[in-house]
């Protein structure tokens, strides 16, 4: 047997950073096939694929879930990616990140970063799944297995030297990719047994953006916000609270009359990398046009302290009765000054945003309202691939997948088909659709026919990314309330 074991490092009172030390073998990883780091897979993987970093969730400020260099994964070979699937302290209820070349423990190394639903951070190797660090809050004892989690994915500086990742304590961390130890911890709620930390995390100019939403049964009293933070520092530098919007900064959520109005779609902060404005959606909650916005999508500007856009559905009050939100999603930057936004109530609208500018409430006015895949709610992020002669938008829900062009301000269906799935992500020409039942379904995005189904279990809100001739995704729900889970990596033989 080889040498195995374990050092620990402990950071303070900021946490304690796991160090997995192997020679020789990789621990706590069931293999499904060959890959490993030293391999000739590896070395096939490195000879075919360009590198490119996946820093955040949908891989760019936007969300667009659509990489713009080569990934090494094409239709020929997608169906012989051999999975490896590696055994970790946790759910991943949401997206890995990635790192090409980065370097950890004095050694250059391919990484990939999740977060747990119980907030662990993780570096894992992509090219044998060796656990290279693990993070643990320092109160995570208190939280574990409870109804506190967060299914946030992480963000990767774009020094490439440090990782940012929330927890069910309501803080944002820094870590440090050399070796997981703690920067700095922010806390971006005072109630964080109240709100949640649902959404992934953003990056624009040097401040880390994040949101806020509530725990499912909508205790109140609770508020949607914007938090923006400085990355060097740790600063809170502003904070958009989306009820009583008047204030600024952390406010207590028992002084505010108004609760609700969640900020949890997948996407969360969805950021135009132009201009850095951020856009959001919001849930459930009191709609007054003034100092309220529930089920609303809005327009802040990058540092969150002033509202320069909205959008209200004609008819908000009802959506706000019948648990419809809005924000169930996020806003989708689709160009040309048009978005578009799912619900809960089964719609995608889509809106011409030179219309809903300025301060003063807006309230429908939409260019086009179209189905989603199934007419279920939406849960998902779309994505938005910009091809060589027109932009497409994917979407999937629990019983459909479709996609659309846009032309002439409208979209246009192009296909559909009746299987469910989460976020979709599109990489060389190709759509990677996680089927919440099981399996990661790879279709051709301009006709829909699947060209694979690559084997795994099934998930929640996870959704993979694609890189370097290799798929992360994660599997399992964070209802189950594990403190296990599955990372699933796929290479090229």
């Not at 990883?29 to 993987?45: D, E, K, L, M, W």
Request: aromatic share 8%; glycine share 12%; hydrophobic share 40%.
């Amino acid at each position: 047997m080889k040498d195995v074991f374990m050092r620990w490092t402990h950071a303070g009172r900021s946490g304690v950073v796991r160090v997995l030390v192997v020679a020789g073998c990789a621990v706590g990883i069931v293999a499904t096939g060959r890959g490993g780091q030293g391999s000739p897979a590896a070395a096939v993987a490195q000879r075919t694929a360009t590198a490119e970093d996946w820093t955040r969730f949908g891989w760019d400020a936007g969300r667009s879930s659509a990489p713009t260099t080569p990934t090494g994964i094409t239709a020929a070979n997608v169906a012989s990616l051999e999975r490896q699937q590696v055994t970790i302290d946790g759910t991943v209820d949401a997206s890995a990140i990635y790192l090409h070349g980065a370097r950890v423990h004095g050694a250059t190394v391919d990484v990939f970063f999740v977060t747990t639903t119980y907030g662990k951070t993780l570096a894992i190797a992509a090219r044998d799944g060796a656990v290279l660090w693990e993070y643990t809050p320092p109160d995570y004892g208190t939280w574990a297995r409870s109804y506190r989690i967060t299914t946030a994915t992480p963000l990767a500086d774009p020094n490439r030297e440090f990782v940012y990742a929330a927890s069910p304590d309501g803080k944002i961390q820094k870590l440090a990719v050399a070796d997981g130890h703690v920067v700095w911890s922010t806390a971006i709620t005072q109630l964080p047994r109240r709100e949640k930390i649902a959404s992934p995390l953003n990056y624009f100019h040097g401040h880390v953006i994040a949101t806020t939403g509530g725990y499912i049964g909508d205790a109140p009293r609770y508020q949607g916000h914007v938090a923006v933070l400085d990355g060097a520092s740790g600063a809170l530098r502003h904070v958009w609270n989306s009820l009583c919007s008047d204030r600024a900064g952390l406010i207590d959520p028992a002084s505010c009359a108004q609760s609700g109005s969640a900020i949890w779609g997948r996407a969360g902060a969805v950021v135009d990398s132009t201009t850095g404005d951020i856009f959001v959606a919001t849930g459930n909650g009191r709609w007054d046009g003034r100092t309220d916005w529930g089920d609303a999508v809005l327009q802040l500007d990058s540092a969150a302290t002033r509202l320069l856009g909205n959008y209200a559905p004609t008819n908000t009050d009802a959506l706000e009765a019948h648990d419809a939100d809005l924000g169930s999603t996020s806003p989708v930057l689709l160009g040309g000054g048009l978005i578009g936004q799912g619900g809960k109530d089964g719609s995608i609208r889509l809106l011409d945003w030179g219309e809903m500018r300025g301060a003063a409430p807006h309230r429908g006015g939409e260019r086009q309202v179209v189905s989603t895949p199934s007419g279920a709610d939406l849960f998902t992020a779309p994505a938005v691939w910009r091809g060589v002669s027109a932009t497409w938008l994917f979407a999937a829900d629990n019983g459909g997948t479709a996609a659309w062009t846009l032309g002439d301000g409208q979209l246009r269906p192009m296909w559909h088909n009746r299987n469910a799935g989460t976020s979709p992500v599109v990489a060389d020409a190709l759509l990677f659709v996680s089927d919440p039942r099981g399996g990661l379904r790879v279709y051709e995005v301009a006709t829909g026919r699947q060209v694979t189904k690559l084997e795994c279990g099934g998930g929640h809100w996870s959704s993979p990314i694609v890189a370097d001739g290799r798929i992360a995704l994660p599997e399992g729900d964070a209802n189950d309330h594990a403190t296990r889970g599955v990372l699933n990596i796929w290479r090229l033989r």
